[in-house]
């Protein structure tokens, strides 16, 4: 069954700091992979995608995440976090045909200043 | 383009009763998703629609629950005899039929079952 693990519930950084945001799926094919994120009272916003190719793909607000096949990850990465980057962070895996995307339980980001 | 919008963004009811939720889509896109999101959970898939046809459903949408989407343009959720473990935010989705174009989502619908 397809499945998305983010296995960090809550992640604390100082800003400045770098980040690095965790999440492993599984899926028979190859996989559709997203990043959004959810600030409080928010819809979801895409941070990142990733399809086929490059396997180093690069977003919005300075993020960028990197598709590693043998492990099963898509990792999400900043090299310094900003204030405004605290929310609750989503990894999704889009089904091929309905393209339905199937989310991880999220990381909450903090960041202190 | 104005976004998906999604109405009402709350709402408060009494278990028992029946609620109705609308989804208006980017009015180009032929595929909608409804998702659910409980507190401290990511959206779990509801629905699928393209255009007017309901083309998937969640174990999750018990008979309870129904959707629509006449004409293939705006869509509504219903829920019948509402229970507190119904209150959720119930997010709407949108996309393109190209495969490689991403779902576009509304700000969700807070409900709050009393």
């Known amino acids: 069954a397809q499945s998305v693990t983010q296995p960090d519930i809550h992640i604390t950084v100082s800003e400045g700091a770098s980040l690095e945001l965790r999440c492993n799926y599984s899926?028979?094919?190859?996989?559709?992979l997203f990043w959004y994120v959810q600030s409080p009272g928010q819809g979801l916003q895409l941070l990142l995608k990733?399809?086929?190719?490059?396997?180093l793909v690069q977003g919005i607000k300075g993020f960028e995440a990197e598709f590693k096949r043998s492990q099963s990850s898509f990792n999400l990465r900043k090299p310094s976090v900003h204030w405004s980057d605290a929310a609750e962070y989503f990894c999704a895996v889009g089904a091929s045909g309905t393209y339905k995307y199937i989310f991880g339980t999220g990381t909450r980001l903090k960041v202190l200043a | 383009d104005t976004g998906v919008s999604q109405n009402p963004r709350h709402k408060i009811t009494k278990r028992g009763q029946n609620v109705t939720f609308r989804c208006d889509p980017i009015s180009e896109h032929n595929r909608l998703y409804w998702y659910r999101q409980t507190l401290g959970q990511g959206p779990e898939f509801l629905t699928y629609f393209q255009n007017e046809a309901q083309l998937e459903k969640s174990r999750l949408l018990s008979d309870r629950f129904s959707a629509e989407r006449p004409k293939g343009s705006f869509s509504t959720l219903e829920i019948q005899r509402t229970e507190q473990g119904d209150s959720a935010m119930y997010l709407c989705?949108?996309?393109?039929?190209?495969?490689?174009?991403?779902?576009?989502f509304g700000p969700g619908t807070r409900l709050t079952v009393l």
């Open positions: 989705a949108s996309k393109t039929p190209d495969r490689i174009d991403t779902q576009y």
């Open positions: 899926y028979g094919a190859t996989p559709y």
């Open positions: 990733y399809f086929s190719g490059d396997t």
